[in-house]
């Protein structure tokens, strides 16, 4: 099977998760707590059921934040890598920014890298998606799909940041101020997120924290990719998916690719500052 046909594989799972997902949205939802402390509904079970039903006929690995890893996936040359609901806590408090997101990672080496990724966010119907060589695109309900490109400002005070609307921290609000940046962007799911830098909304989002894993950058980071942005963790390293651990530890850095490693450096300074 061809990527492309892989692809469109993706996103009719990704749509057809999502919207049943969807079915729990306007419904009292029941929550539960994972051994981190972070939620989980049924609509993320779900999910996560028929991502796996609907791939599991490719001889591909798969690791989901919902299932449990049993490791077969570590000789796999291409890996499916899965956030069934991204943004829980935006489906619970219904802020429409929660997505499904898919991401297939292969082998190249010691080094596995995102082929393409998918984020759909049902509650809007609208799908991001991106192959590795063949761009970035976005589709809104049944129109037609839009290629996505990163914006161009070479002017800091035209710049937005996005935020996060449920674990903000002082960093953003610091680099804010330091780059003289023009807006505050609040939003939800890390996929939601990334996909506005990509589409040429935003220009920066970060999570300095460990508390991001690789379902959470892999799908996003093939979008931006192919957009023209650049995605690293805090370091300014690349991501290598499918490790033992998928923590990551360094947090993730999204931007639309100019004044990266200048981001970076400013990032540096305050965390040395409170350290």
Request: with cysteine; net charge negative; proline share 4%.
């Amino acid at each position: 099977m061809k990527d492309k046909e892989i692809l469109n594989r993706a996103i009719k799972t990704a749509q057809k998760a999502g919207q049943a997902a969807l079915s729990f949205y306007n419904s009292e939802v029941e929550v539960e707590q994972k051994s981190d402390n972070s939620p989980i509904t049924q609509a993320d079970k779900e999910s996560n059921r028929i991502i796996i039903e609907e791939l599991k006929d490719f001889d591909y690995g798969i690791l989901s934040e919902e299932k449990e890893d049993d490791k077969t996936r570590s000789d796999k040359d291409r890996v499916w890598i899965i956030d069934p609901l991204d943004g829980t806590k935006d489906f619970i408090h219904q802020t429409d920014e929660f997505a499904v997101m898919i991401g297939l990672v292969e082998r190249s080496g010691k080094i596995y890298r995102p082929v393409l990724g998918v984020v759909y966010v049902p509650a809007r119907d609208v799908v991001y998606y991106g192959l590795d060589g063949q761009g970035a695109y976005v589709q809104k309900g049944d129109e037609e799909p839009e290629k996505l490109g990163v914006s161009q400002h070479d002017d800091p005070s035209q710049c937005r940041i996005v935020v996060s609307r449920f674990h903000g921290s002082d960093l953003e609000e610091k680099v804010f101020q330091s780059l003289g940046l023009k807006e505050k962007v609040p939003c939800g799911s890390v996929g939601v997120k990334v996909s506005k830098i990509a589409s040429g909304e935003a220009e920066l989002n970060f999570n300095p924290s460990d508390k991001t894993w690789e379902w959470d950058v892999c799908a996003p980071e093939a979008i931006l990719r192919e957009a023209g942005g650049t995605l690293t963790d805090m370091d300014g390293r690349f991501f290598n998916y499918n490790k033992e651990d998928p923590r990551n530890y360094r947090g993730y850095l999204a931007t639309f690719g100019e004044g990266h490693n200048r981001i970076i450096e400013e990032l540096e300074k305050y965390e040395k500052d409170q350290s």
